[in-house]
């Protein structure tokens, strides 16, 4: 079975884009977490979808914004970017209703110029 | 709020050997998931092993074991038979319950390096 996958795998930006970054959950998962991990640092948390809904919101700009589709796929949407945004953005997925295992996929490496 | 401290940014251990990584976490709660994860150089996060707060048993994963303390608020990660495939930042993850909430919170990580 397919794990969660993100694309893309690297982007390059510079400040004041727009960027968006894909997820795909593992079959018959429903809930998807977004993470952005800060070279060196653990992983902070952005956002958690639930059955389309957002269910929980971590302590970021709303520069960040997400959403999730009727397939369970999500988008991450970050706009008017700054250096301090390039990190690994890493996707989990779990499958909610009670469950608290996430899976990650590989992460997308964003690099703000 | 709670927060996940690892006091050891890096650790090293001879392949074979038995390593303990250790972990401390803050929290007014009585039911939560604690979790390692394990990031090698390829950055996927992977999990490596998951305790239920209201478990007194200590998870066990093959060769992967925890020691979990729930009146200290403790939680090492033991690795026997140590392999150089073990080489990679260790990640103490704390999860709570309350509100159906159930986003990670993480500490900072342990680097562990594998001595052939």
């Known amino acids: 079975d397919a794990g969660v996958t993100q694309s893309p795998t690297h982007l390059i930006k510079t400040r004041g884009q727009h960027v968006t970054l894909r997820c795909s959950p593992i079959s018959g998962h429903k809930s998807v977490s977004w993470y952005q991990q800060v070279l060196g640092q653990g992983p902070q948390f952005i956002f958690q979808?639930?059955?389309?809904?957002?269910?929980g919101r971590g302590n970021f700009p709303d520069r960040f914004s997400a959403r999730q589709f009727p397939n369970y796929s999500s988008e991450l949407n970050v706009n008017a970017l700054l250096l301090g945004d390039s990190a690994l953005y890493l996707c989990?997925?779990?499958?909610?209703?009670?469950?608290?295992?996430?899976?990650f996929g590989p992460g997308t490496r964003l690099l703000v110029l | 709020a709670q927060t996940v401290t690892q006091s050891q940014p890096e650790m090293s251990v001879q392949e074979a050997e038995t390593v303990t990584l250790s972990c401390t976490y803050d929290?007014?709660?009585?039911?939560?998931?604690l979790f390692w994860y394990k990031q090698p150089p390829s950055r996927q996060m992977i999990l490596v092993i998951r305790?239920?707060?209201?478990k007194q048993q200590n998870a066990t994963e093959n060769r992967f074991s925890v020691n979990f303390q729930k009146a200290a608020k403790s939680f090492s990660l033991k690795i026997s038979d140590s392999q150089l495939g073990d080489a990679a930042m260790y990640f103490c993850?704390?999860?709570?319950?309350?509100?159906?909430?159930?986003?990670?919170?993480w500490g900072a990580g342990t680097k562990l390096i594998i001595k052939p």
């Open positions: 929290t007014s709660e009585s039911d939560y998931y």
């Open positions: 305790q239920e707060a209201y």
């Open positions: 989990a997925s779990s499958l909610g209703g009670g469950a608290k295992t996430q899976y």
């Open positions: 993850a704390y999860s709570p319950i309350k509100d159906s909430n159930y986003q990670l919170i």
């Open positions: 979808y639930y059955e389309k809904e957002e269910r």
